[in-house]
């Protein structure tokens, strides 16, 4: 039995290494920001293919700058199948919340009702990949990142705008520009923290 406490530990620190360069943070905050900064945009199309890209483009950082710093390691592929399902029950639970909201509070017949907590329903979203960020690591940081994302919805659903779809744009503007900015004061305490190999020492990758 405590071998495989050890070994579950084991991997949420690996995982939670390999995640310490805070790319992850970056790549979504942008993401979140194109959505909400070019929502009214035709410059959106090419939001579908940031987000195509979003891992390799990360992948190709971190082979730059993180690899040859810490080393990396390959973790198993998860299982699709109990990845969808939970995505799944995830979305289904949000939109009863969200339908229980709008049935207290107004009609759920109105368009405009969804449209004023959609902040609440994408921040209530959110908490699933911080979840699942925080059940590999342990690390409260993904914690913190899921209680803000739906305090912020909340904030952003409760304050009334003159047009549309404003809360939902501002939130994800701030939600995202919070992400990437924390995210790139992480990467940049982690490029202090492990400089490059002196030349002629090991890489760390190989």
Not at 46 to 67: D, P, Q
Not at 117 to 146: D, E, K, N, Q
Not at 176 to 193: C, D, E, N, P, Q
């Amino acid at each position: 039995m405590s071998a495989v406490i050890d070994l579950l530990e084991i991997e949420k620190k690996a995982y939670r290494d390999s995640q310490q360069d805070g790319l992850m943070e970056v790549i979504m905050g942008l993401i979140l920001m194109i959505f909400g900064g070019f929502f009214y945009s035709p410059i959106f199309a090419f939001y579908i293919l940031l987000i195509l890209f979003s891992k390799k483009i990360v992948e190709s950082i971190r082979r730059r700058y993180t690899h040859p710093r810490i080393g990396f390691v390959k973790f198993h592929e998860e299982n699709r199948k109990d990845a969808l399902t939970g995505v799944f029950l995830l979305e289904f639970a949000v939109i009863i919340i969200i339908f229980t909201l709008i049935s207290i509070f107004g009609d759920v017949k109105d368009f405009s009702q969804w449209v004023k907590w959609s902040p609440l329903f994408f921040g209530m979203i959110l908490v699933g990949p911080f979840a699942h960020a925080a059940s590999r690591s342990g690390s409260i940081r993904y914690t913190g990142y899921a209680i803000l994302s739906v305090v912020l919805g909340l904030f952003f659903s409760l304050i009334e705008f003159g047009s549309g779809c404003t809360g939902l744009i501002l939130y994800l503007v701030f939600i995202g520009a919070f992400l990437f900015l924390g995210g790139l004061v992480i990467f940049s305490l982690f490029l202090r923290k492990y400089p490059l190999p002196a030349e002629g020492a090991p890489d760390a990758s190989e």
